[in-house]
């Protein structure tokens, strides 16, 4: 018999409101994922620096993947009804900061 983990699914009685998707209420564990993603990119850089100088420029295309990431995650939390407050608050910037660095009209 196959089960659905209910925290990787929407609530069903959620409704959209404004006319945009739910908000996405779920917990899911992104503190420890983050905490793993941390550790891996930190073991990288310790095996560069102990004479691996071939990897340090795949290393810094790290940096524009995570560029692309952050705005992917962005532009799936407006697609889920979250306001450039929302997340302006959550970066310590502001609204408008945000919305100028990953609106779509930028």
Not at 17 to 35: F, K
Not at 57 to 79: K, P, Q
Request: charged share 25%; glycine share 8%; net charge positive.
């Amino acid at each position: 018999m196959s089960t659905v983990n209910g925290v990787l699914t929407f609530p069903h009685t959620t409704q959209p409101t404004n006319g945009r998707a739910p908000r996405r209420r779920d917990l899911v564990e992104n503190d420890e994922y983050a905490a793993f993603v941390r550790r891996i990119v930190r073991a990288y850089a310790r095996r560069i620096a102990s004479g691996d100088i071939e990897a340090l420029a795949d290393m810094t295309g790290l940096s524009a993947l995570l560029d692309e990431a952050i705005t992917d995650a962005v532009t799936g939390l407006r697609s889920h009804g979250y306001s450039w407050a929302d997340i302006g608050a959550r970066l310590g910037i502001s609204r408008q900061a945000a919305q100028q660095r990953w609106g779509a009209d930028r």
